[in-house]
């Protein structure tokens, strides 16, 4: 899909949650198409928005045995070093800078309960100095595995692109249990293609992470583009790019991370999340803080589309928050009817978006079903073709609160008992245009 640089003058001036997003935006796609009118919409909107402090996530892992791969290492390939890796042991897995094909696979023994792993790339040929960027290390056809029932694991630094895998996750496939802890830093995930042959519903087109018990999973600068699900005998797709489910006490965030340009798509059932699919079920929380999802597609078929920028669902007393999340020209190319952000809160869960944006999908812009607990505060919805807004409540507490939607099919379709205040509705705010 090509779009118009000229977004910039409508959904991408945005404030701070989109500013911070496209400053990298060049190395990856143009910006989504739109009217200046919304970049002056916006900009002064974003510009209220209360300071956040600096997020802090745990610092890196120390490792005791430090295994090489590459040219110049002891090994040839990630999935040999890994074999080496004894549970309740500290490992560091080295790989040098270049392109690295095939070889990858599981990379925990059988049963790790203990012990701490992280694995690497940008390593120069003496593995004594490293350049922190994605792109100096590339796995070319390496779908990693990661199964854990505790102990650490780090991925960082790395691009695993091009792999083309019968299941879940078409470059990594993630699960979790007990207090496993995994961190994923600073990857690019593009190019990947899951399910193909698979029979059944498939997740997670670039990632899949299934968590359980108390374990926790943090996605962090990373950039999730062009990944695929589009199988020729599965059913039912879930998340073009990510796919997450949380279950137990678990605990998932995901922070200052791109999905963008990815597709969900299968012509036999439904489609749900063209970008990012989330999960969170029994007493489970997830956090998505200062992301963006961009540019997503829901394909042609069977069955429903939902969701073509993120689908969101909770059950029992599962929670998620988005804070500063802009949700950009995700659109449905089969039917034009799926909203760019599809919440559904089951009753005694709970979803909050706050301080976040959406803008220019092909129809709806936010819709929610809830029976729980639905916060929607200080939100940007702008050129969406359906409605901007969209509630039904049968039970349980739904606000929308501070919110501009403005230049939508229909700026607001709220069904139930819902509580609103301080919003801008189908009103020209004439902000000052931020490129002149």
């Given at each position: 899909?090509?779009?118009?640089?000229?977004?910039?003058?409508?959904?991408?001036?945005?404030?701070?949650?989109?500013?911070?997003?496209?400053?990298?935006?060049?190395?990856?796609?143009?910006?989504?198409?739109?009217?200046?009118?919304i970049?002056?919409?916006?900009?002064?909107?974003?510009?209220?928005?209360?300071?956040?402090?600096?997020?802090m996530?745990?610092?890196?892992?120390?490792?005791?045995?430090?295994?090489?791969?590459?040219?110049?290492?002891?090994?040839?390939?990630?999935?040999?070093?890994?074999?080496?890796?004894?549970?309740?042991?500290?490992?560091?897995?080295?790989?040098?800078?270049?392109?690295?094909?095939?070889?990858?696979?599981?990379?925990?023994?059988?049963?790790?309960?203990?012990?701490?792993?992280?694995?690497?790339?940008?390593?120069?040929?003496?593995?004594?100095?490293?350049?922190?960027?994605?792109?100096?290390?590339?796995?070319?056809?390496?779908?990693?595995?990661?199964?854990?029932?505790?102990?650490?694991?780090?991925?960082e630094?790395?691009?695993?692109?091009?792999?083309?895998?019968?299941?879940?996750?078409?470059?990594?496939?993630?699960?979790?249990?007990?207090?496993?802890?995994?961190?994923?830093?600073?990857?690019?995930?593009?190019?990947?293609?899951?399910?193909?042959?698979?029979?059944?519903?498939?997740?997670?087109?670039?990632?899949?992470?299934?968590?359980?018990?108390?374990?926790?999973?943090?996605?962090?600068?990373?950039?999730?583009?062009?990944?695929?699900?589009?199988p020729?005998?599965?059913e039912?797709?879930?998340?073009?790019?990510?796919?997450?489910?949380?279950?137990?006490?678990s605990?998932?965030?995901?922070?200052?991370?791109?999905?963008?340009?990815?597709?969900?798509a299968?012509?036999?059932?439904?489609?749900?999340?063209?970008?990012?699919?989330?999960?969170?079920?029994?007493?489970?929380?997830?956090?998505?803080?200062?992301?963006?999802?961009?540019?997503?597609?829901?394909?042609?078929?069977?069955?429903s589309?939902?969701?073509?920028?993120?689908?969101?669902?909770?059950?029992?007393?599962?929670?998620?928050?988005?804070?500063?999340?802009?949700?950009?020209?995700?659109?449905?190319?089969?039917?034009?009817?799926?909203?760019?952000?599809?919440?559904?809160?089951?009753?005694?869960?709970?979803?909050?978006?706050?301080?976040?944006?959406?803008?220019?999908?092909?129809?709806?812009?936010?819709?929610?079903?809830?029976?729980?607990?639905?916060?929607?505060?200080?939100?940007?919805?702008?050129?969406?073709?359906?409605?901007?807004?969209?509630?039904?409540?049968?039970?349980?507490?739904?606000?929308?609160?501070?919110?501009?939607?403005?230049?939508?099919?229909?700026?607001?379709?709220?069904?139930?008992t819902?509580?609103?205040g301080?919003?801008?509705?189908?009103?020209?705010?004439?902000?000052?245009?931020?490129?002149?």
């Amino acid at each position: 899909m090509v779009l118009d640089h000229r977004s910039c003058d409508r959904a991408a001036g945005l404030g701070a949650c989109v500013v911070q997003a496209t400053r990298c935006a060049g190395r990856f796609q143009a910006e989504p198409a739109g009217p200046r009118r919304i970049g002056r919409l916006v900009s002064r909107a974003m510009k209220m928005l209360p300071a956040v402090g600096l997020l802090m996530i745990s610092g890196p892992v120390s490792a005791q045995t430090i295994l090489t791969v590459g040219p110049d290492g002891a090994y040839t390939t990630v999935g040999s070093a890994a074999s080496q890796i004894v549970n309740g042991s500290d490992y560091e897995i080295r790989i040098q800078v270049g392109d690295h094909w095939g070889g990858v696979g599981l990379v925990s023994p059988v049963s790790f309960t203990s012990g701490s792993v992280v694995i690497s790339g940008g390593w120069t040929s003496s593995f004594s100095t490293q350049t922190p960027h994605p792109n100096a290390t590339r796995l070319h056809e390496g779908r990693m595995e990661i199964w854990i029932q505790g102990g650490s694991y780090r991925v960082e630094n790395l691009t695993s692109r091009d792999s083309t895998a019968g299941f879940d996750g078409g470059a990594m496939d993630i699960r979790l249990s007990g207090d496993a802890h995994v961190r994923l830093e600073r990857l690019w995930i593009v190019d990947n293609q899951a399910g193909v042959s698979m029979v059944g519903d498939l997740h997670g087109g670039g990632v899949n992470a299934g968590l359980t018990d108390s374990s926790r999973i943090e996605i962090a600068d990373c950039q999730v583009s062009r990944n695929v699900m589009e199988p020729t005998l599965g059913e039912a797709t879930y998340g073009g790019g990510v796919y997450l489910s949380t279950s137990g006490s678990s605990t998932a965030l995901l922070t200052r991370t791109r999905i963008e340009g990815n597709s969900c798509a299968s012509s036999v059932s439904g489609r749900y999340g063209g970008g990012l699919f989330v999960f969170a079920q029994a007493s489970s929380s997830v956090e998505l803080i200062d992301c963006t999802v961009r540019g997503n597609t829901l394909g042609a078929g069977t069955g429903s589309s939902e969701g073509s920028g993120a689908f969101i669902t909770t059950n029992l007393t599962g929670r998620v928050v988005a804070r500063r999340v802009s949700w950009l020209a995700n659109l449905d190319t089969g039917t034009a009817s799926a909203a760019q952000t599809h919440i559904n809160v089951a009753s005694d869960a709970a979803v909050e978006v706050t301080d976040s944006v959406v803008c220019s999908g092909n129809d709806i812009g936010v819709q929610a079903y809830s029976q729980g607990v639905l916060r929607l505060t200080n939100l940007t919805v702008a050129d969406n073709a359906g409605d901007g807004v969209k509630i039904s409540t049968s039970s349980g507490v739904a606000s929308l609160y501070n919110t501009i939607a403005f230049l939508n099919g229909a700026d607001t379709n709220l069904t139930g008992t819902i509580s609103t205040g301080g919003n801008l509705i189908g009103v020209d705010p004439i902000f000052d245009d931020p490129v002149g």
